[in-house]
């Protein structure tokens, strides 16, 4: 891996000692600096169990990507650095109805003290979630809660606490992770080819391109505007997202995508 390039793509100038607060920084600048995005699911391009791909997508294209890939590339980077770093399985939905198992990537940072780090989940965390109990284990809007076997990662929403996904500390390796990935980019059942999604968190707030509508949320302040055509969506990807497309890409794939 070219370290230099990946840091230089998510504008990381901080420390590379195996410390906590580094893995926090890291963390969130990369959330920061990349976008989760399916849009490669709508345009008719496979997105393939590979680090040296994800690695020419996100660093050398500028593009962003999901869970497989942004989590899957973040995991070589923080081993590059020198941190210990083990892949967990999550399942995402409700405690009572889980999706199934692989549906979702994260990683456990760290031998003592371990941590969770998700860089791929949307509208997550920006700072890594502590699994000692003996530690404040939220962040704002998000905790870690012990259940019986598992662990939920939780959102207040509503004043009340709900399951985003369920997971356990079994060790898994990239390609566990490929039989997923595969039916989210083809199944009819999976969220991911019903609409093309491209998320970044800004200051105070977040903006999502969601289909063919662009959402702004600051604080308590939520708009939503009409994106008319491909013309139009290209220039809020590089303005807002920070990347092309290929010149070749129907976006109006993004835009409208056939339904399921």
Not at 70 to 92: D, E, I, Y
Not at 153 to 163: I, P, T
């Amino acid at each position: 891996m070219d370290v230099e390039a990946y840091l230089d793509r998510i504008a990381y100038t901080g420390p590379r000692e195996q410390t906590p607060e580094t893995l926090h920084q890291l963390h969130r600048t990369h959330l920061l600096a990349v976008p989760f995005e399916n849009l490669d699911i709508a345009l008719g391009n496979r997105i393939s169990i590979d680090l040296p791909l994800f690695f020419d997508k996100i660093v050398g294209r500028k593009r962003g990507g999901f869970c497989y890939e942004l989590n899957g590339l973040f995991a070589w980077l923080l081993r590059q650095l020198g941190f210990p770093v083990t892949l967990l399985s999550a399942r995402v939905g409700p405690a009572e109805s889980p999706g199934a198992e692989f549906d979702h990537l994260i990683l456990m940072v760290g031998d003592k003290n371990p941590m969770v780090a998700d860089v791929g989940f949307g509208d997550a965390f920006l700072e890594p979630l502590s699994l000692d109990p003996d530690v404040n284990t939220h962040t704002g809007q998000h905790r870690l809660v012990r259940t019986d076997a598992d662990w939920q990662m939780q959102k207040l929403q509503d004043s009340s606490w709900k399951c985003q996904y369920t997971f356990s500390l079994v060790p898994r390796q990239l390609n566990d992770f490929g039989n997923m990935c595969h039916h989210h980019q083809t199944s009819s059942g999976s969220h991911f080819t019903q609409k093309s999604t491209c998320t970044l968190p800004v200051e105070r707030g977040r903006i999502t391109l969601s289909g063919n509508r662009l959402i702004k949320t600051s604080g308590e302040r939520r708009t939503e505007t009409n994106i008319d055509d491909a013309t139009e969506c290209r220039a809020l990807l590089k303005t807002r997202f920070g990347f092309d497309l290929e010149e070749d890409a129907n976006v109006e794939m993004i835009l409208n995508p056939p339904p399921g």
